[in-house]
């Protein structure tokens, strides 16, 4: 059982960036695939970012240049580099992984979720 922690989650101005990160447990960290989803008030959740075991990586299309996916399997992290940001970005981020090269479209792990707040 993989347990996912997420941090660095808060509240920015417009413009500005914060860096999200999910840390791991399990020592098979590297054969995951891992993404960031996120859910805005009264919106469904949506794929925001996701990178393979192998590195791969895809954007939605809201965030693409503005954002990027990352992981360091020494450290069992994923993280998400959040640039550029719009109010509209705001909502809870959520890490999820499967174990599998590339993220399922319903990924078996998720984690507790972590709060973004642009303001305008």
């Known amino acids: 059982q993989v347990q996912l922690v997420e941090s660095g989650g808060g509240l920015v101005q417009a413009g500005g960036s914060l860096r999200l990160a999910c840390a791991a447990s399990?020592?098979?960290?590297?054969?995951?695939?891992m993404g960031w989803y996120r859910q805005a008030p009264g919106k469904e959740r949506e794929l925001v970012a996701a990178i393979s075991s192998d590195g791969m990586t895809y954007y939605a299309d809201s965030v693409k240049g503005r954002f990027t996916i990352s992981r360091d399997n020494a450290k069992n992290t994923v993280y998400l580099q959040m640039n550029s940001l719009k109010p509209e970005d705001t909502a809870v981020y959520y890490c999820?992984?499967?174990?599998?090269?590339?993220?399922?479209?319903?990924?078996?792990?998720w984690g507790q979720g972590t709060q973004v707040t642009v303001s305008s």
């Open positions: 999820a992984g499967d174990q599998a090269r590339v993220l399922t479209t319903r990924p078996r792990y």
């Open positions: 399990g020592r098979t960290f590297g054969s995951y695939a």
